[in-house]
């Protein structure tokens, strides 16, 4: 393998890793804000034991998403250096955002969230858990900004040439609102909500099936249902609005998702396909006349571009893209279908002891993992050839100095280092279940530790 296939691979595998966690942190995060504002109104202490269970998950996710995501700063250095020569004028604003307005504002608040139970008043405390989920949204916010520039670049112009030549903001509101920015930050918030609630839906599940903690996780898996309809159904809209948005923006990406080599009036979708790029021919075709331009336009009729309007050294490798997007849709759905079967089970009190059911509830914390993956999957390799879209391809972004054997050696490295760092993870995340919501708080074993 060459080093521009090894330097995406590794890129991909430790953005990939590092995805687990973040959307984790911000779902538990709005959870946490909804069962705290809870305690506040009602008084009622089952509340407040949910909330100081959920802070410890919460504060796992944040230290493992906070260690994995530094390798990537370093890597844009490392291996993309005419990549970051090129944007860092562009990524400088709202990385810098990110750091200065998310990341400190998290990290200042976190210190209240998790040892200021009994030191600040419950209203302080309350303040500081909003602010720490505001942070995680904001963290977000900046990093798909920054991301979507690279989709749909806007407010810039080009300086230089050569290996000088680099992307200049002209209008940071134009950067920032770029013509993909809102419909992918939606999107990946509600994934991100997704990931929560069914974390929280699988665990409660597995403590009912337990007979373990049953009030404790009766209450959890009620406003744990509710917040994952709620992020499913508006998944489902937040989808709808994205393609459209690649419709008008990256037509060659909307025609991998659907494998769409000609152009088409009536487009269809295709529930299943699989596609060989070489023959331009897909095999086991079942598709739906029309329902791709009519989701993409309103209309029956609307034009659909193909693949073949492009050159071939313009399309992205279309299985790979076909097959994830499809899986993603697939998984949504299942989701969605999942959230509003445990609604209907919860209205008619056959829920809580329906073990078929709570089986599916623990399995479904791997649904949102991997349809946020495949939805990267999606959006990334949707994108190439171009690392920039229309401006800079990837090859062209790759540092000139760093050899395939070394970057293969730091991907075993990453390898091994990562698969001691999830082994971690695991077992304190399985720990914390076990121990479950009597186990004792974070503030006393601060006290055990300063003692």
């Known amino acids: 393998m060459d080093v521009l296939l090894l330097s995406r691979i590794q890129f991909a595998f430790t953005v990939g890793f590092h995805y687990i966690y973040p959307p984790l942190s911000i779902g538990l995060g709005v959870f946490l804000v909804i069962t705290e504002g809870l305690y506040l109104i009602t008084k009622n202490p089952l509340y407040e034991k949910i909330t100081k269970f959920w802070v410890k998950i919460f504060a796992l996710t944040f230290a493992v998403g906070v260690a994995t995501g530094i390798v990537m700063e370093f890597e844009f250095g490392t291996n993309w250096a005419s990549y970051s020569r090129f944007v860092g004028d562009v990524f400088g604003s709202p990385l810098a955002a990110e750091g200065v307005f998310a990341f400190f504002l998290e990290s200042t608040f976190l210190g209240l969230l998790l040892f200021g139970w009994d030191k600040v008043k419950p209203k302080t405390h309350f303040f500081s858990t909003i602010m720490v989920a505001l942070g995680a949204h904001m963290s977000a916010f900046w990093i798909v900004v920054a991301n979507s520039w690279q989709q749909t670049p806007a407010g810039y112009k080009i300086v230089g040439e050569g290996i000088n030549r680099r992307a200049e903001i002209t209008d940071f509101w134009a950067m920032v609102f770029n013509p ?233 490295m990453f390898g091994v280092v990562y698969m001691f760092l999830f082994a971690a993870f695991m077992y304190l995340l399985l720990d914390k279940i076990n121990k479950g919501p009597d186990a004792p708080e974070i503030t006393k074993f601060q006290g055990t530790i300063t003692k």
């Not at 903690?213 to 744990?224: E, N, S």
């Not at 009536?266 to 331009?280: G, M, S, T, Y």
């Open 180 to 412: 993909s920015s809102i419909d992918r930050i939606v999107h990946v918030l509600l994934g991100a909500w997704q990931a929560g609630a069914f974390l929280i839906l699988s665990i409660s599940a597995y403590y009912l099936l337990k007979n373990r903690h049953t009030d404790f996780a009766k209450t959890c898996m009620k406003i744990g249902l509710f917040f994952a309809l709620i992020a499913s159904v508006g998944q489902l809209g937040s989808g709808h609005s994205s393609a459209i948005g690649v419709s008008k923006h990256q037509p060659a990406k909307l025609a991998a998702f659907e494998g769409l080599y000609d152009t088409t009036d009536k487009a269809p979708i295709r529930l299943f396909a699989w596609v060989n790029d070489e023959k331009e021919k897909l095999y086991f075709d079942i598709k739906i006349p029309g329902v791709l331009s009519l989701l993409v336009s309103g209309k029956l009729n609307h034009t659909v571009k193909g693949l073949r309007e492009f050159d071939k050294k313009d399309r992205p490798p279309v299985n790979i893209v076909f097959q994830a997007y499809h899986a993603m849709v697939g998984i949504g759905m299942g989701l969605l279908g999942l959230s509003v079967l445990g609604v209907y089970l919860l209205w008619r009190r056959r829920l809580f002891d329906n073990q078929k059911v709570l089986l599916v509830f623990v399995a479904s914390v791997l649904g949102p993992q991997l349809a946020n993956q495949l939805g990267w999957i999606c959006a990334e390799v949707g994108r190439q050839p171009w690392v920039v879209y229309g401006l800079m391809r990837t090859s062209e972004g790759l540092s000139k100095v760093v050899s395939a054997g070394q970057v293969m050696g730091s991907i075993l």
